[in-house]
C-alpha cells in the first residue's frame, strides 16, 4: 500500500515537473505581442456628425502568426465618454510585421459643437483612449493586450453665418430693388470656399424672388466677409406700405433660404452642402 502510494505521487511530481519545464520553454519562446494606439483622425464632415478614424497597430515579434479575436475600446472627448464599442471579428497578425486597425465611428455634430463652444475659441479637443484586444495563439490559449492615449485633436467648424437689416437700394415706377447683407466668418485654420450660393427671397409667406451668385467666395483662415445679396421685386406687387415700411427700417415680414457649397483644402471638408434659413 505504501509502495503504491510512493508509486503515485512519484508519478504526479514527475508530470508537474515536466509541465513546468514546458512551461518555461514555452515562455522563452513566446514574445508577447505589443498594441499601441497611433492616434484619433477626422474623416468626414456634415451637418449632422462628425465622422473619425481610431488606429491602433499590433505588434508581432514571433516567428509564426498570431490570431486577433477581437477587440474593445473607449474613447473619451474632453473628459466626457461618448464612444465605446466591441467587436469579435477577428484577424491575423504575421510572423514578426505589424497590423493596423482602423476603427471608423462618428459622433453627432450638436456634441462636438458643445464640446467645442466651452473651449471658447479654440477647435481642439482633448481625447482618451482605452483599448483591449484580444488575441487567440495556438500555444497561450486567449489573452489581452492593452493600451492606452492620450491626444488632441482639431475638428474643422462649419462657416458662421449672420445677417444685417435689409436696405432699400432703388425703386422707380415699377420695380424696387433691395439688398441684404450676408456676413460669413472661418473659424477654422485654414481656407474655405463658398461656391453656388442659390437664394429664394420671401414675404409674407409667399415666395418673390429667385437669385444665384455665381462668384466664388474665398474665406482665409479666421477671417469674416460680407457677400451682398440683392433683391428686385414689382412695385406693384410690393404695395405701398410694404414699401414704407421698408424705406424706413422697419419691415421684418420676410425671410431668405439659401443653400452654398463649401470647400476647402481639409480633405474631410469637401464639396458639402450648407443650407441657410433667415427671417429676422
Same mark, same amino acid.
Given at each position: ?12 511530481f514527475?508530470?508537474?515537473?515536466? %509541465?513546468?519545464?514546458? =512551461?518555461?520553454?514555452?515562455?522563452k ?5 505589443t498594441?499601441?494606439v ?5 474623416? &468626414? ?5 462628425v465622422g ?5 497597430n499590433?505588434?508581432n ?10 477587440? /474593445? ?7 466626457? @465618454? ?5 467587436? *469579435?471579428q477577428?484577424f491575423?497578425v ?6 493596423q486597425?482602423?476603427?471608423?465611428? %462618428? $459622433?453627432?455634430?450638436? @456634441?462636438?459643437?458643445q464640446?467645442? *463652444?466651452?473651449? !471658447?475659441a479654440?477647435n481642439?479637443?482633448?481625447? @482618451? $483612449? *482605452?483599448?483591449?484586444?484580444r488575441? /487567440?495563439a495556438?500555444?497561450?490559449n ?6 492606452h492615449?492620450?491626444?488632441?485633436i ?8 449672420s445677417?444685417?437689416d435689409? =436696405?432699400?437700394?432703388s425703386?422707380?415706377f415699377?420695380?424696387?430693388s433691395?439688398q441684404l ?6 473659424p477654422n ?13 420671401s ?6 424672388? /429667385?437669385?444665384?451668385? *455665381?462668384k466664388t $467666395?474665398?474665406?482665409?483662415e479666421k ?5 451682398n ?5 414689382s ?11 421698408l424705406?424706413? !427700417?422697419n419691415?421684418?415680414?420676410?425671410s431668405l433660404?439659401a443653400?452654398? %457649397? ?7 471638408? &469637401?464639396?458639402?452642402?450648407v443650407?441657410?434659413h433667415?427671417?429676422?
Open positions: 500500500m505504501a509502495r503504491r502510494l510512493l508509486t503515485s505521487l512519484w508519478i504526479l514527475t508530470l508537474l515537473w515536466i %509541465t513546468g519545464c514546458e =512551461q518555461l520553454q514555452l515562455d519562446m513566446v514574445q508577447e505581442p498594441l499601441r497611433q492616434n484619433i483622425a477626422v474623416s &468626414q464632415v456634415n451637418l449632422n456628425s473619425l478614424n481610431l488606429t491602433m499590433v505588434a515579434p514571433n516567428n509564426y502568426a498570431l490570431a486577433l479575436a477581437g477587440y /474593445d475600446y473607449r474613447i473619451r472627448f474632453n473628459d466626457r @465618454e461618448l464612444v465605446k464599442g466591441s467587436t *469579435d477577428g491575423r504575421p510572423a514578426n510585421q505589424s497590423s486597425v482602423t476603427v471608423p465611428f %462618428t $459622433v453627432g455634430f450638436r @456634441e462636438v459643437k464640446l467645442i *463652444d466651452s473651449m !471658447g479654440s481642439t479637443l482633448r481625447y @482618451e $483612449v *482605452d483599448a483591449d484586444m488575441l /487567440d495556438p500555444v497561450l486567449l489573452f489581452n493586450i492593452k493600451s492615449k492620450k491626444g488632441e482639431t475638428i474643422p467648424q462649419l462657416p458662421q453665418v445677417f444685417g435689409l =436696405q432699400v437700394k425703386f422707380n415699377t420695380e424696387a433691395f447683407a450676408m456676413h460669413i466668418t472661418n485654420s485654414f481656407g474655405l470656399d463658398l461656391k453656388d450660393i442659390d437664394y429664394q427671397f414675404m409674407g409667406g409667399e415666395r418673390w424672388f /429667385d437669385g444665384k451668385i *455665381d $467666395v474665398k474665406l482665409g477671417q469674416t466677409t460680407s457677400v445679396i440683392p433683391v428686385s421685386i412695385v406693384m406687387k410690393l404695395g405701398s406700405g410694404a414699401l414704407k415700411a424705406r424706413s !427700417g419691415f421684418t415680414d420676410y433660404d443653400n452654398f %457649397t463649401l470647400d476647402s483644402t481639409y480633405p474631410a471638408l &469637401q464639396n458639402l452642402n443650407p441657410i433667415y427671417a429676422p
